[in-house]
């Protein structure tokens, strides 16, 4: 059902006091709730929601000012909705004007209402953020204009793969679910599986790779005979084959899989993953997907976050890149500088700058252009301080909801910041007049 919007308390509660009474207004965080347009997300989800079936969901503001709060402060579902008990400023951005000592929701609705928003959604938020970096100040309008592109990896919450540990993972899904739906195997190969991974490990890290090539080969020979005395034992309970079937899938994949092949499997919980070289001498490989970022050429706001899945070349990006960055700021891209590794791209060269052009420069482009490693930073705030570096969320979907709202947490960094100096800046002047000038504040 479509949610509600909260109760309006009487004007004067006897026993409670108001927040908007106890906490200081020029809070930056009280700042920013009062540049966001909150109605706009009540309108466009509103949609999402049946008008009478059903539950009443939890309020719009809530839901988006917890999604904002837990990518500002790099915080997961359950430490963000911890600490928005404990912080009242936290609770006024989220539109209660009353102290809650009680959690409105549970973690888990947070992970539900992203996936009822889903990715266009995120890009609503996105776009909210921008409109409030507009009012802020904290960039210009013709600065929408002007843009640097580039490409990043967002790592997927998965451990390093390996060979050895694919192939005793997938004997152990296969025979707890076995166990669940009550399969009688032939062998489990606990024991034997735990061993054989056990000594993989020592002979590969004491570089005795025949000895660990061959208690490779064993585990892929335990996990292909359990595999197969599923098939058996299922083949004739049709009712157990949509429950093994996408399990059986991706053992069989994990099975067929060669050293030389492209399109591995690198995960058994994540599929989507792949594997990519950015040519960096710390981390020769990452696991992920490939996501573009876009920002402003002058202050580094982001204005763009598209995840690429099936790891394609940056020139084929650029297209859609530029496209998303129209559908959200709402103007038409007038400079877009990028990197060396955008040749190629087939669009109006007159839009594009590359990294290192001589010919069509002016003195104002060459400028920009030189800023344009000013994003390099930018992702990197964006892996550090927010939640870019690791992504916990399923699916390709999660990959792409997850990069969108990085770069949300990421504008909503830089506008705190911006009010901050603001607000430190009054401070100052007031203190320099009563000081020096001798006039009473």
């Known amino acids: ?39 706009s997300f009540e309108t466009e989800f509103g949609s999402l929601y049946h ?5 009443p969901g939890k309020p719009t503001r809530l839901m988006v000012g917890l999604t904002y709060l837990k990518h500002s402060y790099n915080l997961s579902d359950e430490q963000v909705c911890e600490r928005w008990l404990e912080n009242p ?5 989220c539109g209660f004007d009353y102290l809650q000592h009680r ?30 970096a507009l009012a802020a100040g904290v960039a210009k309008p013709a600065s929408l204009t002007r843009v640097t592109i580039d ?36 062998q489990s190969y606990h024991r034997l599986g735990k061993r054989a991974l056990r000594l993989a490990n020592r002979y590969a890290h004491a570089r005795q790779m025949r000895r660990a090539r061959r208690e490779i080969k064993r585990l892929k020979t335990f996990l292909g005979r359990v595999a197969r005395d599923v098939g058996r034992k299922i083949a004739d309970r049709a009712e157990l084959a949509p429950h093994f079937a996408e399990p059986l899938a991706r053992v069989a994949r994990l099975l067929a899989q060669q050293k ?8 058994l919980h994540a599929p989507e993953v792949e594997c990519l070289a950015k040519g960096k001498a710390h981390k020769r490989y990452e696991f992920g997907v490939k996501v573009s970022v876009a920002a402003t050429n002058r202050e580094g706001l982001v204005l763009g976050m598209l995840a690429l899945p099936g790891n394609p070349y940056d020139g ?11 559908r959200l700021t709402g103007s038409s891209i007038e400079r877009g500088y990028v990197d060396r590794g955008y040749r190629g791209h087939g669009l109006d060269h007159r839009r594009v700058f590359i990294s290192g052009q001589r010919r069509g420069i002016t003195a104002t482009i060459r400028r920009e252009l030189r800023r344009r490693s000013a994003i390099e930073p930018v992702i990197g705030h964006m892996k550090t301080d927010g939640r870019l570096d690791r992504n916990f969320l399923a699916g390709t979907r999660g990959d792409a909801i997850n990069a969108l709202l990085c770069g949300a947490g ?18 100052l002047a007031l203190a320099y007049q009563q000081c020096v000038v001798g006039t009473p504040v």
């Open 89 to 93: 400023y936290w609770q006024f951005f």
């Open 260 to 267: 030389t092949d492209h399109a591995k499997l690198y995960a």
């Open 151 to 186: 490409t990043t990896v967002q790592p997927k919450a998965i451990a390093f793969p390996t060979d050895s540990r694919l192939y005793h993972r997938g004997r152990e899904i296969l025979v707890r679910l076995a166990g669940k739906h009550g399969i009688r195997l032939r």
């Open 51 to 55: 008008e009478t079936l059903g539950r």
């Open 410 to 427: 990421y504008n909503l960094r830089l506008i705190l910041n911006h009010l901050r100096r603001l607000l430190r800046a009054l401070l």
């Open 316 to 326: 084929r990006t650029l297209a859609s890149a530029l496209a998303q960055l129209e």
């Open 1 to 39: 059902m479509r949610p509600r919007r909260p109760k309006e308390a009487p004007s004067e509660d006897l026993f409670r006091a108001r927040l908007s009474n106890q906490l200081d207004l020029r809070h930056p965080l009280i700042r920013l709730a009062g540049l966001i347009d909150w109605e």
């Open 103 to 132: 959690l409105p929701i549970e973690p888990s609705s947070l992970t539900r209402w992203r996936e009822r928003i889903g990715a266009s959604g995120m890009e609503r938020l996105l776009a909210a953020t921008i409109d409030a």
